[in-house]
């Protein structure tokens, strides 16, 4: 959050800003006071926020707020230097994107300022001397100020920081909020694994060892070749792991019964189906089942699709597979999604680890004698990862835990952990940008 601030000597006021530019930066600033004030996702407010906006603009608006999440602990410690009383949200949430702007995009000085007084006056007038006066002393020594800056811990909050490194270590915890500064990039899966090395060249994207692509391009996805007929779906590499490891143990997929739970919009559920199992997706959104429903209709991909809450749903017959990608804090995603540590709180964890457990009871109940269950959290909170599989276990003495085999992460042997459970983190492929967080764990009903 912002330090103390106080009125500092005023400077001459810069030019005025032309109107998309300041278009831009309010944008900017309703999704940042929306994280910050009420903890709303930016991603649920930025169509809203851009509607108006021309394409160029809003690749702006999304990189700014993306800059100023990853950045906010630089931000609010140079702005400590210059301010000393707190000025009123909406001014902070000004010279946050301002600083932004100065120190971590390529913003000439003069238009940030600009746009920043410019901005600032459409709320409040009065402060417009001092958003123009920070944010040059900003402009002129801010630079250096950052320079001599631990990035990686003063932008991860401490309830975050010491859970990783208690959890990781702190190589590992510092590694994963070095990862968390950068833009990642888009992965793809192919529907159809034989045409991977063709979809490569077209898309102009690298093959990941683990069978997906990896583009560096960027440009709107529903205009690259291939999305229209459906030829791939965008997914993180990490994200894929779960499925390709059910589907591994599966040996023959085709035919095979799997339920997808907590399904949508519906990734894992297009893994299965391409692979030719029988699916099932599961979720109690149906706005979210809707979006699974069109990714299918565009992928040509088959399942059942069913609105439902996992904890009192029940398969009219058991299956050969289940997997649960349970709702979680995501602190894995937070590469995709900045906005994470802001709107989800350490207070939430226990109630997660505890709705996790209740849900791999539930999809428990759902398999054949001999099948499998796959648990699945996009979560670096440890709470959220062996503890639930655990407890679940050791109520459950009837399923065991299956070890997984490298060969089902395609030999890349780091991901399994020394229990044989899936363990990716945002530090690990350093040199290929890396994946996001996830942890699984493969668990098999006995025969008898
Ligand atoms: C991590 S997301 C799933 C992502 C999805 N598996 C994929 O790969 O595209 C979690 C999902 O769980 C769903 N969900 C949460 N609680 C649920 C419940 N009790 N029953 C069914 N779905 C639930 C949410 O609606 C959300 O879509």
Redesign the pocket.
């Known amino acids: 959050m912002l330090p103390p601030m106080s009125q500092p000597t005023s400077a001459p006021s810069p030019g005025p800003a032309d109107g998309h530019e300041l278009a831009s930066r309010a944008a900017a600033l309703s999704i940042i006071e929306g994280v910050f004030s009420r903890a709303k996702s930016a991603d649920d407010q930025f169509d809203r926020a851009v509607a108006k906006l021309e394409p160029r603009d809003r690749a702006f608006v999304r990189l700014l707020v993306a800059t100023v999440l990853r950045r906010i602990g630089q931000i609010d410690l140079v702005l400590g230097n210059f301010v000393k009383r707190r000025p009123p949200d909406r001014v902070g949430a000004v010279l946050r994107l301002g600083v932004a702007q100065l120190l971590f995009m390529a913003t000439p000085p003069h238009a940030a300022v600009a746009t920043s007084v410019a901005l600032v006056k459409q709320g409040d007038e009065r402060h417009a001397g001092l958003v123009n006066a920070v944010l040059r002393r900003v402009s002129e020594k801010g630079a250096a100020m950052i320079a001599a800056q631990d990035a990686a811990s003063i932008n991860t909050p401490l309830w975050l920081w010491k859970s990783w490194v208690a959890a990781y270590g702190e190589p590992a915890a510092r590694a994963t909020a070095e990862a968390h500064l950068g833009e990642p990039l888009l992965d793809i899966t192919i529907k159809d694994p034989a045409t991977l090395a063709e979809w490569a060249r077209r898309l102009d994207a690298r093959v990941l060892p683990i069978g997906n692509l990896r583009r560096t391009a960027g440009g709107r996805i529903q205009d690259m070749d291939g999305f229209a007929e459906g030829a791939w779906w965008v997914q993180d590499a990490a994200?894929t792991l779960p499925a390709k490891i059910l589907l591994h143990a599966l040996g023959d997929a085709r035919g095979k019964t799997v339920i997808?739970?907590?399904?949508?919009?519906?990734?894992?559920t297009a893994q299965f189906a391409a692979a030719g199992s029988t699916v099932t997706a599961?979720?109690?959104?149906g706005e979210?089942l809707e979006l699974l429903r069109a990714n299918l209709k565009r992928l040509r991909l088959a399942a059942e699709v069913i609105d439902?809450?996992?904890?009192t749903w029940r398969p009219r017959e058991l299956v050969d597979a289940v997997l649960l990608?349970a709702?979680?804090s995501a602190t894995g995603t937070i590469r995709r999604h900045p906005d994470l540590p802001y709107i989800k709180r350490a207070e939430d964890i226990a109630g997660f680890a505890a709705r996790q457990g209740q849900?791999l009871a539930a999809a428990m109940a759902m398999v054949k004698p001999g099948g499998l269950v796959f648990y699945t959290v996009?979560s670096l909170q440890p709470e959220e990862r062996r503890p639930v599989v655990e407890a679940v276990l050791a109520a459950n003495p009837n399923f065991a835990r299956v070890k997984i085999s490298k060969d089902a992460v395609a030999g890349e042997s780091h991901f399994i952990d020394h229990v044989g459970d899936l363990r990716t983190l945002p530090s690990q492929w350093p040199e290929l940008s890396g994946l996001d967080g996830f942890y699984g764990a493969l668990l098999q009903l006995g025969i008898l």
Not at 282 to 285: A, K, N, P, Q, Y
Not at 308 to 311: E, K, P
């Open positions: 994200a997808d739970l907590c399904a949508a919009p519906g990734g894992k599961v979720d109690s959104s979210r439902a809450d996992v904890l990608d709702p979680c849900l996009c």
